[in-house]
C-alpha cells in the first residue's frame, strides 16, 4: 500500500514543486521508482532499472532537462537555472537544453571563481580564472552531422545530403585590452622573459580534455602568428601546433584566428580567452572537429564584429583543417555545422560548396547513426590514399580523353571524324577537361574509361606519366601503391545514388520507397569496402540491420529497418540506418545495440534528433548579473 500511494504521488506530480513537468515525464519517474522500490532488501537481486527505460532516460534528460534535487531536497529544472545568473543581450537559446547547461556550467564557474573554490581538474581550475566575470561573454555553438549520403565523395564534387545531429560544441569568448587580461602565470613569466608588456595573448581552455589524453589548456601569444607584417605560412602554423602531441588539438581552435587574419586580413589587439565545450564525440565519424572549428570561428566572428555568412565560414573553417591541422577533408563536415537546420538534410553540390536547399526528412521516416567504437580519423593512411586515388583516377580519365580528341581530330577516318562532330566532340571535350570526378555520368564511366583505369598504380609511375594529380592537401608517395579503379568509381556512382536518394525522398509514402532507400544505403556501404575504407565493426552493424529487415517478424508485415551505410572518412566511425518511424523500429535499434554489446564488449552511442547548425543558432552576447549578495 504504501509502494502504491507512493507511486500514485509520483504520477500526478505531487512530490515535484514545479508544475511544468509533463504527464510523461511524471508517469516515467513513477516507472523508475517502481523498479528502485522492487530492489529494496528482501527483493530480487538481479532486478534492475531495464535499459530501455536507461536509454529513454539519457535521451530526454539530454533533449529537455530532467528536474534535479537541490541541496534542500526540492526538485530544480535546470533549463531556468542560468536566467538567475546571466543576463542575455542578444541572440535566442532556440529552447536548446544543452545551450541551457553551457550556461549553467558558466555560471557554476562564476560563483566558484568568487568563493575562491579549489579545483582538482586543472581544466576547471583555469576557466575559473581567465573570465572576468564582470565583462560580456560571446557563447556560440555547432552541432556535428550525421552523413546520411554523400561521405568521402565531397572531395570529388558530388551531391551530399547531411543532418546536423543533436550534440554540439560551444564557445564562449571573451575579448579584453592586454592590461586588463587575466593571464595564467606561465603565461605572464613567458611575456616577462621577452621584456614585452601588454601583447595580445590567446588562451584556451577544453573541457574534457583529461578524458581524451591532450592538454586541457593552450596559450600563445598572437604575435607568433605573425612574420614581420604578414601571417605567418600555414605551413609555418601546422608545424607549430606539430610539436607538442598534447596541444595539437589547439590547431582547430586557434587555427581560426590564423585563416581569418591570413583570408580576410583581420587583425587582433585584444586578447582573447576561449573556452570550449563539445558534446560531439570524437573519433566517431560525426564531424567532432568541424563543429569545433565552427563554433571557435563563429565566436570569434560574433566577438569581433566580423559578417560572415555561414557558407564563408564554413569554408574558412576547411582551411582550418586542411592547411592548419593537415587533415585532407572536403567541405561536407563545416558546411552541415554552419549551415544545417534541425530535422533536415543539407543538400550540397561540393563544387566547392554550393546549397541548393533543404530537403525535409518525411515524417514516416526515421534515421538513427550507431558508433561502431572503432575510432575513425580524417588524418589516416586509408582515407588519404583513397583520395589520392580519386584524383589519379580523375587526371587519368581527362588524359584518355584528350587522347581521344587528339586523335579523332587528327584522323582521316571519315567515319570516325563524322561520329566525333557536335555533341560526341563536345562530350569527349568536356571530359579531358574534367574539374570534377562526380561530373562524369556512372554510363559515360563504364562506356568509355572503366577499362582505362587501373586497380592499382604507384606513385613512381602515376608521377612519371600524368605528372601531378592536382589535390592541393595530399602528396603522391613514389613508393606507395594506390589503388585507383576502386577509388575513383566510388564517387562516380555515389552521386548518382545521392541524387535517387533525394528525389525518393519526396516520392510517395510506400514500401517500395522505403526498401530503394535503404538499398542506395546498402551499395554506398560496399562500395566503401571496396575503396579499403570499411570495417569489422561497421560491417557487423550493417549485417545486424540486414538480419532484422529479412527476419521472418519483418517479412510478415511493414518492416522497419531498410538499409544502413557506413560514414564520413570510413574505416570504423558510425553506421547511417534509415528505418521506419515507429516503435518497432526503435526497438529493433535496441536491440542491435545490444546484440553489438554482446559480440564486441562495446555498447554503442546511439545518435537520435538534430538541432540547429550554427548559422541558424547565430551567437549569444551575454552578462552576468551584479550579485545580490
Not at 564562449?172 to 586588463?180: D, F, G, N
Not at 563536345?426 to 586497380?455: D, F, K, M, T
Not at 545490444?594 to 552511442?605: E, I, N, Q, R, V
Amino acid at each position: 500500500m504504501v509502494a502504491a500511494r507512493i507511486l500514485q504521488d509520483a504520477a500526478v506530480g505531487k512530490n515535484y514543486v514545479s508544475n511544468k513537468l509533463s504527464g510523461a515525464r511524471r508517469l516515467r519517474d513513477a516507472i523508475v521508482l517502481g523498479y528502485q522500490l522492487q530492489r529494496m532488501p528482501g527483493r530480487d537481486p538481479d532486478l534492475s532499472v531495464p535499459e530501455w527505460y536507461a536509454n529513454a532516460q539519457n535521451e530526454l534528460g539530454r533533449r529537455s532537462g530532467s528536474p534535479t534535487l537541490g541541496v534542500d531536497g526540492a526538485f530544480k529544472d535546470p533549463d531556468n537555472l542560468y536566467t538567475e545568473d546571466f543576463e542575455i543581450l542578444h541572440g535566442d537559446l532556440h529552447d536548446l537544453h544543452d545551450t541551457k547547461s553551457f550556461l549553467n556550467s558558466l555560471a557554476e564557474l562564476a560563483k566558484d571563481y568568487e568563493k575562491d573554490v579549489k579545483h582538482h581538474a586543472r581544466e576547471y581550475k583555469a576557466a575559473t580564472a581567465f573570465f572576468n566575470w564582470k565583462e560580456e561573454i560571446y557563447v556560440a555553438r555547432a552541432p556535428g552531422r550525421l552523413d546520411v549520403m554523400g561521405g568521402i565523395a565531397d572531395y570529388s564534387g558530388s551531391l551530399v545530403l547531411q543532418m546536423p545531429i543533436k550534440e554540439a560544441c560551444h564557445v564562449a569568448l571573451q575579448k579584453s585590452h592586454p592590461s586588463k587580461h587575466r593571464l595564467w602565470k606561465h603565461a605572464q613569466a613567458r611575456q616577462q622573459d621577452k621584456g614585452q608588456e601588454q601583447t595580445p595573448v590567446l588562451q584556451i581552455v577544453s573541457f574534457g580534455a583529461e578524458l581524451s589524453n591532450r592538454g586541457p589548456t593552450f596559450d600563445m601569444d598572437l604575435s607568433d602568428f605573425m612574420e614581420g607584417d604578414k601571417p605567418i605560412s600555414y605551413e609555418k602554423a601546422q608545424n607549430y601546433f606539430s610539436r607538442d602531441p598534447s596541444q595539437k588539438w589547439a590547431a582547430y581552435v586557434a587555427g581560426t584566428i590564423l585563416v581569418l587574419m591570413t583570408e580576410l586580413g583581420v587583425r587582433f589587439e585584444n586578447s582573447i580567452s576561449m573556452l570550449v565545450s563539445s558534446a560531439v564525440p570524437e573519433g566517431k565519424g560525426v564531424s567532432s572537429s568541424a563543429s569545433v572549428e565552427v563554433a571557435s570561428m563563429s565566436a570569434v566572428a560574433a566577438a569581433h564584429g566580423l559578417d560572415i555568412s555561414p557558407r564563408d565560414l564554413a569554408l574558412l573553417c576547411q582551411k582550418v583543417e586542411n592547411h592548419v591541422v593537415g587533415a585532407p577533408c572536403g567541405v561536407m563536415d563545416q558546411m552541415a555545422s554552419a549551415c544545417g537546420e534541425a530535422n533536415k538534410l543539407l543538400a550540397m553540390v561540393c563544387q566547392p560548396a554550393e546549397v541548393l536547399g533543404l530537403v525535409e526528412i518525411p515524417s514516416h521516416i526515421r534515421v538513427w547513426g550507431i558508433d561502431s567504437g572503432i575510432r575513425h580519423s580524417v588524418g589516416g593512411a586509408d582515407y588519404g590514399s583513397v583520395r589520392i586515388g580519386a584524383f589519379m583516377g580523375k587526371e587519368m580519365i581527362k588524359s584518355s580523353a584528350s587522347e581521344k580528341l587528339s586523335h579523332s581530330q587528327s584522323s582521316n577516318d571519315v567515319t570516325n571524324s563524322s561520329d566525333m562532330d557536335g555533341n560526341g566532340s563536345e562530350l569527349i571535350g568536356a571530359e579531358a577537361n574534367l574539374g570534377y570526378l562526380c561530373n562524369l555520368s556512372p554510363h559515360r564511366y563504364e562506356a568509355a574509361y572503366a577499362n582505362v583505369l587501373p586497380e592499382n598504380v604507384d606513385g613512381e609511375t602515376f608521377l612519371e606519366r600524368y605528372g601531378n594529380h592536382n589535390d592541393p592537401v595530399t602528396v603522391i608517395e613514389p613508393k606507395s601503391s594506390y589503388a585507383v579503379r576502386a577509388a575513383a568509381r566510388h564517387p562516380i556512382y555515389e552521386n548518382f545514388r545521392v541524387k535517387a536518394f533525394k528525389a525518393l525522398l519526396t516520392s510517395a509514402p510506400s514500401e517500395d520507397q522505403l526498401s530503394a532507400l535503404g538499398e542506395l544505403l546498402y551499395q554506398c556501404h560496399y562500395s566503401y569496402n571496396a575503396c579499403g575504407l570499411g570495417s569489422d565493426g561497421t560491417d557487423r552493424i550493417v549485417e545486424l540491420v540486414q538480419q532484422m529487415q529479412h527476419s521472418k517478424s519483418s517479412r510478415s508485415e511493414d518492416g522497419a529497418l531498410y538499409g544502413a551505410k557506413i560514414t564520413g572518412g570510413g574505416s570504423g566511425g558510425t553506421v547511417c540506418v534509415i528505418g521506419r518511424n515507429s516503435m518497432k523500429s526503435s526497438q529493433q535499434i535496441l536491440e542491435i545495440q545490444h546484440k553489438y554489446k554482446k559480440a564486441t564488449g562495446y555498447k554503442p552511442f546511439l545518435f537520435e534528433g538534430s538541432s540547429p547548425g550554427a548559422g541558424m543558432f547565430g551567437y549569444l552576447k551575454v552578462r552576468r548579473r551584479p550579485s545580490l549578495e
